[in-house]
């Protein structure tokens, strides 16, 4: 499953450069962005495939998951940190205080400060690949493998979601290749990042089913034997949420703010607005994360809903539509099958979550 997903969403990467290079024909009513060439967001490409209601729909898929994925950090944080302090508050509380951390980096108006940070919260994501890695090869293995089930059928759906979230990078894919100043080495680094990415995961899964098997928590920090090791795994997920968060949640801002006239680089009231606008986002999403504390069923929700929407369907109906008098008919007929794949995949996926969450 790990290596259909990784081998359909770098090709369907690759076809977004591809749409981005398409010439723009149509006016738009949402400013001279849509002639640029390359085109410079997503949500050009929707508009130049499928007018302004591929605009709306793409916008609407792509906010989504990304206030997701922001309540995905509050859940992570506030289940580590209750891991690590269980005699303090209890994971929402400490949701809560994660928000009230993570509430004034949403409010900076160049995020360039936070790259730091973010560098941090990427070793800590490689770090974290070598912990587990490092439990297997010292013994880590579980005695109770013999009794784990090669295929789990009822659970098969949510899988879906959870693999596709692995590699849900394609919503930032058009502005690296519109700032690249040499887009025909875009195929090439796509490939080396999803070598890396590819590579952790399989070695992560791999380690944490041999392990760990059907009794594998939603998260596998959680199994690690308690120790230095494990301690260590456990501070490294905290890290993820402070560096990722701001980062996230700022093309919603952004869009929300050119929506109700804000600023945050302004002053007085376009400022004031601006800053509501992030502290109510940031409070909507800690929320979620309180209400549906369930990582494993959410993180599905979200891949199906959203993710296989955005790097899987999405790219290749923009490249049939633009590009569909050009191909040859295998390609054609490759891209109607990954957008069948990934149609059956979302739906299964998302009616599993939605179930799973309701008897939650």
Known sequence: MLALLCGVTNYTGKLIARCQDHPCSVDSKFGPTKKCNPLQ??????ESAFGDAGRY??????????????????????????????DYFSPAMFMAITAACILPTTWLADLSALSSIGLVGALSSIALTGVVVYTFLNGGVSDG??????????????????????????????????????????????????????????????????????????EVTFNLPTGILATTATALIVVNPFAKFALTLSPV?????????????GSGGKRAGALAARS?????????????????????????????????????????????????????????????????????????????????
């Not at 967001?41 to 929707?46: A, H, K, L, P, V």
């Not at 519109?178 to 995961?201: C, H, Q, W």
């Not at 801002?253 to 680089?265: K, S, T």
């Open 41 to 46: 967001t997503f949500e050009d490409i929707g």
């Open 145 to 218: 493998f013999a009794e784990t089930a090669l295929v789990v059928p009822e659970t098969l759906p949510l899988t879906f979601g959870l693999t596709s979230f692995v590699f849900a990078g394609h919503a930032v894919f058009p502005n690296i290749y519109a700032s690249m100043e040499d887009k025909e080495r875009f195929p090439e680094i796509l490939d080396k990042s999803y070598a890396v990415v590819g590579t952790a995961v399989m070695l992560i899964g791999t380690a944490g089913y041999l392990m760990y098997g059907d009794q594998a928590a939603e």
């Open 253 to 265: 801002a952004r869009g929300l703010e050119r929506a109700a006239g804000f600023d945050i680089a």
């Open 57 to 86: 729909f793409i916008t609407f898929v792509l906010y989504t998951e990304l206030l997701g994925t922001c309540g995905l950090y509050f859940i992570l944080a506030g289940d580590h940190l209750a891991l690590l302090f269980p």
């Open 280 to 360: 109510g986002l940031v409070l909507g999403t800690l929320y979620f994360a309180t209400s549906v504390p369930c990582f494993g069923i959410v993180m599905a929700l979200i891949g199906s809903f959203t993710t296989l929407v955005v790097s899987v369907i999405f790219p290749s109906a923009c490249y049939l539509k633009l590009y569909g008098d050009e191909l040859e008919q295998s390609e054609i007929y490759l891209n109607y099958f990954v957008v069948l794949l990934g149609f059956v995949c979302a739906v299964s996926g998302t009616a599993a979550a939605v179930l799973s969450l309701a008897s939650a």
